[in-house]
């Protein structure tokens, strides 16, 4: 019996290993002082960003090998289950958080991705049916006070407990 390959594991794999490489190869991706005075490796500003692209990596190589079969799960297993809206698009949303953290700052694209993230996840674990206006604008409104929120606590560790320059 042939193994059948999920194209789409391979797909997504070969995209987050060709990004989390970039971050972590790339040249300029994170540009930032030290922390601390002495420049060890966990006070530098790209060693957070460097270690979730090595987690990424681990994690994207795990599911292109899934996604061959090698972990010995047959194809029925995986291919039957739904599909994830909110990982897609959560997934969408990192990689446009990417491109637009240097022009509009940290506080501005991490607002909007937090507010994007926590809607999306509301509107599917609270089962909010779109067409209800009601139920959508107070979903809109939560998402955004808990963004505000979370935002200006992490803009205020960074900048005055860690003394780190936020893009």
Do not use: H, Q
Not at 12 to 41: A, H, Q, R, T
Not at 89 to 101: D, H, K, P
């Amino acid at each position: 019996m042939e193994r059948e390959i999920n194209k789409k594991d391979v797909i997504l794999g070969l995209i987050m290993l060709s990004l989390s490489g970039y971050i972590l190869f790339g040249s300029n991706v994170i540009v930032g002082d030290s922390i601390l005075k002495e420049s060890i490796l966990v006070g530098r500003a790209d060693f957070y960003i460097k270690f979730l692209a090595i987690i990424m990596i681990l994690i994207s190589a795990a599911l292109i090998l899934k996604a061959f079969g090698v972990f010995g799960l047959k194809n029925k297993e995986t291919s039957d289950e739904p599909t994830n809206n909110v990982a897609k698009l959560s997934f969408v949303a990192l990689i446009i958080y990417g491109f637009i953290l240097k022009p509009m700052g940290f506080f501005a694209s991490s607002f909007l991705l937090i507010m994007f993230l926590s809607f999306i996840i509301r509107i599917k674990e609270d089962g909010i049916d779109l067409k209800d206006k009601k139920l959508v604008i107070k979903s809109l409104v939560i998402s955004c006070a808990f963004s505000i929120i979370t935002v200006s606590i992490f803009v205020y560790i960074f900048t005055n407990w860690l003394k780190v320059v936020l893009p």
